[in-house]
């Protein structure tokens, strides 16, 4: 492997992403070798105020290294202070904080990267109305501060790297992890089209649907969501009704696949509606788990045997309440995203790792005992 790197490499996690920060450092020197004894880690000291305003501080340079900043925006794990009270940080807090950082380095490293698997504002995209536009703002606002790059997961829309074209931007799907924790965790689970259908839960994850049904030669059936135009309800026009296309599902287990799990509504809906229609099993593969308005409901969907098991990853975080349960199953992606910053360190295209159909192939293989991965 080429020893040959871009520049000093150094890996900043952003606060509430210590845990996962500190399993991409240990890949990353069991890869490089144990005669590196010190850490990739560099440790931002994000202050706050009495009245709420922060500063962040580094105690260290980072004159001509190459930096990469990970950054969970949706951490209401991670709490300040302000006027004596304690308040759960918002994706705003959080996005504040990233810039501070930024900020702190004042443009002494070689280049910047900032790894945010959910992308910030990534539901505020496009405009219909007099609406703000944040996540283009946003990506304008990293450009402006001396950042290069932007490696994100999953992204809600893949045109809004239009917002930016002049940095790199690349979208990391996480399909091989998804396929190798399902099979790893439900072990009777038979992946060929007469035993497993692949529902997308509506028009707009058609894409994400396909692919994986192409790669495992799976049946596709999706949901499309009838809403009323005349009503707003939490900025959202609300859903009528789920309505499905598709071929029978009657004595097959589903995978639903998804970007973002919110309230976790419309996968009950869609569940319960493959249920009616006699579906088996009811999995669910989402990125991000958000999970924002409680567990309760899908704890008695799962008690009632509507649900089976729910797979997200570990990019965003996940409460200790969620951690608990019977129903979810993590999926772990620290291995991968060290892997792309030990490349990207190295000055080398990353491209074979956004495209995992040889990896999911391979693993289908291994699996059904035709061939080794």
Known sequence: MDNT?????????????????EEVDQYLHQWRGSRLSTSFIVTPDCKRFGNGEGKAVLHESLRGH???????????GVKFKMYGQEYPMSPDDHFADLK???????GKARRITVIMPMLYESRQDKRHVRESLDCA???????????????????HNIGIQNAVPLIGFDNVQCAYQMI??????????QLDKDHVMMISPDEGGMNRCMYYSSLLSLDLGMFYKRRDYTTVV???????????LGRSVKGKDVIIVDDIISSGQSILDVASSLKERGANRIFAFATFGLFNEG????????ADGLITKIFTTNLIYRSPELLKREWYAEVDLGKYVALIIDTLNRDETISHLLKPAERIKALLAKVQGTGES
């Open 100 to 106: 501070r950082v930024i900020n702190a380095i004042a």
């Open 137 to 155: 703002v946003a990506l304008q606002e990293l450009e402006n501060m001396g950042v290069t790059n932007i490696v994100t997961f999953d992204v």
């Open 66 to 76: 190459d930096v990469y900043i990970i950054s969970d925006m949706y951490n209401y």
């Open 295 to 302: 567990l309760a409901a899908i704890d008695k969907a799962y």
């Open 180 to 189: 190798k924790a399902l099979i790893n965790r439900v072990h009777d689970i």
């Open 234 to 244: 939490n900025g959202k026009n609300p859903i009528i009704a789920h309505e499905y």
């Open 5 to 21: 790197f871009y520049g000093e490499l150094s890996v900043i996690g952003m606060p509430g992403c210590e845990t996962f920060v």
